[in-house]
């Protein structure tokens, strides 16, 4: 059974930041791409951000500039920097793991509430 432990969210004022955690046991860590999804009430789930192994990003439009996903491979963690957050930001955010770097994800942590107001 694959664990992936989120951490972070919270209530937060528009323009403020929060830094989401996400740590995985190492073999997973090691050698996939991994992501950030998030879900809106009433909305589909829709990607934030993703990194492969060497540490290339990509985002979604409604995020860049604002948004920074990294990864430590030290510690076996994966975190999302979110800055001059919007209250359309509001939303479950999920970090999950993306075996063949293709958006299919295989291992999804519990969730974390993210509320801008």
Not at 78 to 86: E, I, T
Request: net charge negative; proline share 4%.
């Amino acid at each position: 059974h694959v664990q992936l432990v989120e951490s972070g969210g919270g209530p937060v004022q528009a323009g403020g930041s929060l830094r989401l955690s996400c740590k995985m046991p190492k073999d997973i860590f090691s050698t996939y791409c991994m992501g950030w999804l998030r879900q809106a009430p009433g909305k589909e789930r829709e990607g934030v951000a993703s990194i492969d192994s060497e540490g290339t990003a990509t985002y979604a439009d409604s995020v860049k500039g604002r948004f920074t996903v990294s990864r430590n491979n030290a510690t076996n963690t994966l975190y999302l920097q979110m800055d001059n957050l919007k209250p359309e930001d509001t939303a479950m955010y999920y970090c999950a793991t993306d075996p063949n770097c293709n958006s299919e994800y295989a291992y999804w942590g519990q969730g974390t509430q993210v509320t801008v107001s």
